[in-house]
Each structure stands twice: as structure tokens, then as C-alpha cells.
């Protein structure tokens, strides 16, 4: 279950509270970071364009801003482009993240919090805040049909598979067709 945390700043990025996680809301130092956190991960960063890995390697490691609802840059107010983070909430480290870029939902976990469960909390969380908070009814995801663990991770989270079939290019070039999955809640508000 998802819970709204009351923030004390009107400005601050909504933030939600599930059993082990914070899920914050396009903070613009969450983004970079989890970019930073990636790009060290082959399974993830395989596909970057050399632009990207390039980008990562520049971004500061700074700290979590902390308290949540801190005075921070929050990226464009737009929801059809968001970012959620998800931090572990006794360490405060970074455990993954979400984007959501006109409806179409990508993610990971960082390699340290796979196969323990965080990522479906994540995504089940982001789900419901994409819904419910940001009022998409539709969200779609694409995984590779070898990547059985992402298959797994959105079939939990409540996406079913659809007969979509076009391809997805990578910002390398690679192209992969793609199994496509759709989630979708016509109570989204």
C-alpha cells in the first residue's frame, strides 16, 4: 500500500511511503544520481549511447537531499515526463528508479537490491502514483523477450502482455523487438 507523505513546503516533490521505500518525485538530484548509479551497471548501461555514458561519468555524487520535501530543483512539472526514485528508508540509499515518458513506463533496480523484492514494491508504488496522482489511465513497458526477470517484474506489478509488436531502438543504434505490456486503470484521476 501506497501512502502520500505530508510535506511541509507547498513547492516540495511529492513524496509516497511504502513498507521499506520513499518514492520522490522528480527531484532533479535523485535523477543525476540514479543516471550516475546506472551507468556503472552493464546489464543497464549496455544499450547507452557513448553521449550518455559520457554524461554519467560527469555527474556529481552528491548526497540525498535530505530532509525529502527539501528546497530542491525539481525537474520540468510535467506529467507526461516524470521521474520517480526510490530510496531504501533506513539507509537512504538509492535502491532504483522510473521513468515515465508519455504514458511508456523504464526502469531498474540497482544490482545491490535485485531479487529481494524492492522492485516490485517500487514499481507497484510508482503505478499507483502514475495513476492515481498524475492521472495516467494507460502505461506501457517493453522488455526484451530473454529478460525473463522484467517480464516477472512487470507481471507482478499488474501489466498484462499485449499483441504489440513494433521495434524499440536503443540510444546505441540496437534495435530489439520487444514484448510489450500495457497496465491500465480507467479510475485514474
Known amino acids: 500500500m501506497v501512502f502520500l507523505v505530508p510535506t511541509h513546503r ?22 543525476v544520481r540514479w543516471h550516475r548509479l546506472m551507468a556503472d551497471d552493464p546489464e543497464v548501461s ?28 525539481l525537474m520540468e512539472d510535467d506529467p507526461g515526463q516524470l521521474f520517480f526514485a526510490a530510496l531504501d528508508r533506513s539507509t537512504r540509499h538509492l535502491v ?18 535485485r531479487a ?8 507497484t508504488a510508482v503505478c499507483d502514483l502514475a495513476h492515481h496522482r498524475f492521472g495516467i489511465a ?24 499485449t499483441d504489440r509488436r513494433d521495434p524499440y531502438t536503443y540510444g546505441n543504434g540496437r534495435v530489439i523487438h520487444p514484448l510489450w505490456w500495457t497496465k491500465l486503470d480507467p479510475s485514474a484521476e
Open 46 to 73: 549496455r544499450d547507452w549511447s557513448a553521449r550518455e555514458h559520457e554524461l554519467a561519468r560527469r555527474v556529481p555524487m552528491g548526497p540525498i537531499a535530505d530532509p525529502l520535501d527539501s528546497p530542491e530543483p
Open 116 to 123: 529481494q523484492g524492492y522492485g516490485h514494491e517500487m514499481l
Open 138 to 161: 494507460r502505461l506501457t513497458a517493453g522488455c526484451e523477450a530473454t529478460n525473463v526477470p522484467s517480464q516477472r517484474w512487470l507481471t507482478k506489478a499488474g501489466f498484462t502482455l
Open 96 to 113: 532504483g528508479g522510473v521513468t515515465v515518458d508519455a504514458g511508456e513506463l523504464g526502469g531498474a533496480v540497482h544490482r545491490d537490491y
Open 10 to 31: 507547498p513547492d516540495a516533490s511529492p513524496v509516497a511511503r511504502t513498507p521499506r521505500l520513499w518514492i520522490v518525485t522528480n527531484r532533479v538530484s535523485d535523477y
